[in-house]
């Protein structure tokens, strides 16, 4: 567990090198969400000189999604533990299942279960997550136009091959989300060999059915017991290391976690888990929000060194 937690702090690292800073530390109070164009080949690119690569949104420019909650209020959930404890995504991956490297990779760090938790939350389904269908609706390249010099690291081109064997995170990831949605794995399934079509079900009395198209992810960091509160009242379920935070009663943040048997379980945990975390929440993005540019000689004092300092 413990190299899966620092794999996912190393995973969170990308998205911030990209972004910018228009107020302190990035993503303490705002979300930062890459902003990259799709091209015709199926690839994201970023043109770095004229729109920067990331945008910023305040997390309070959000307002709560149901009236009357407050971060002040004693106890608030975004889903009950009884409606998430009998949802889909308790159901352990099949050995078929994990045969996919990558499907097994998002299960094990809890990416897996927040989709379906958050599928729950906003379309109100109960679907275990078709990872597969991700792969394939996933960029096969990234690539920076116009990088100040001497940012060839920073700005690095890549491109994937989207199979089993993707190696890349959820940065990019997440792209095939706001650009195809999330659907169950019942229409396709989580296995080696991933259909070359994902457009519809591979048994085609099934529905074919998206959730979450145009959510984006919005991370975070260094956040406050009062920052992931302001987080659930507007955006629902959030996102953190190994974590899928639900709500809170009193001193104890609610969670759906492995425990050490690898387990997954609804727990209640005391809120100083949380102090000083990073994470996302999946939200979609308002027609008109700030976009930010890299201040380069703050990234390592501002991004790296915190984030490495409190968790390794």
Not at 39 to 66: H, L
Not at 74 to 82: D, G, P, V, W
Not at 160 to 178: M, P, R
Not at 236 to 257: A, C, H, R
Request: with cysteine; proline share 4%.
């Amino acid at each position: 567990m413990i190299q899966q937690n620092r794999q996912a702090i190393y995973n969170l690292v990308p998205v911030f090198i990209l972004a910018a800073l228009l107020r302190g530390l990035p993503g303490i109070s705002s979300l930062v969400y890459l902003n990259g164009v799709w091209n015709d080949a199926g690839g994201i690119e970023f043109d770095v000189s004229a729109k920067g690569v990331a945008g910023d949104f305040e997390i309070t420019d959000a307002n709560p999604f149901k009236d009357g909650i407050s971060v002040k209020d004693q106890s608030f959930y975004a889903l009950t533990k009884e409606q998430v404890a009998d949802l889909s995504i308790f159901i352990p991956l099949t050995q078929n299942e994990k045969s996919c490297n990558y499907v097994l990779d998002q299960y094990e760090r809890n990416i897996y279960s927040a989709l379906g938790i958050i599928a729950k939350f906003v379309a109100n389904v109960d679907i275990a997550p078709s990872i597969t269908h991700l792969i394939k609706n996933s960029p096969n390249s990234v690539k920076f136009h116009n990088r100040p010099l001497g940012t060839s690291d920073l700005y690095k081109d890549e491109e994937f091959t989207l199979d089993c064997s993707l190696i890349t995170n959820f940065t990019y990831l997440n792209q095939a989300i706001k650009k195809e949605g999330v659907v169950s794995s019942k229409c396709i399934p989580n296995v080696v060999n991933i259909p070359e079509n994902v457009s519809k079900c591979v048994d085609e009395t099934i529905e074919y059915k998206t959730y979450l198209k145009n959510f984006t992810e919005g991370r975070f960091i260094a956040a406050t017991e009062n920052t992931l509160r302001e987080l659930l009242i507007r955006f629902g379920p959030v996102y953190v290391t190994d974590s899928v935070v639900i709500g809170w009663e009193g001193d104890n943040f609610t969670v759906v976690k492995f425990n050490d048997d690898q387990v997954l379980e609804v727990v209640d945990e005391p809120k100083s888990r949380f102090v000083l975390n990073v994470g996302w929440v999946l939200f979609e993005v308002p027609d008109a929000v700030a976009v930010v540019k890299i201040a380069l000689k703050l990234i390592l004092t501002a991004v790296i060194l915190p984030i490495f300092a409190l968790f390794i």
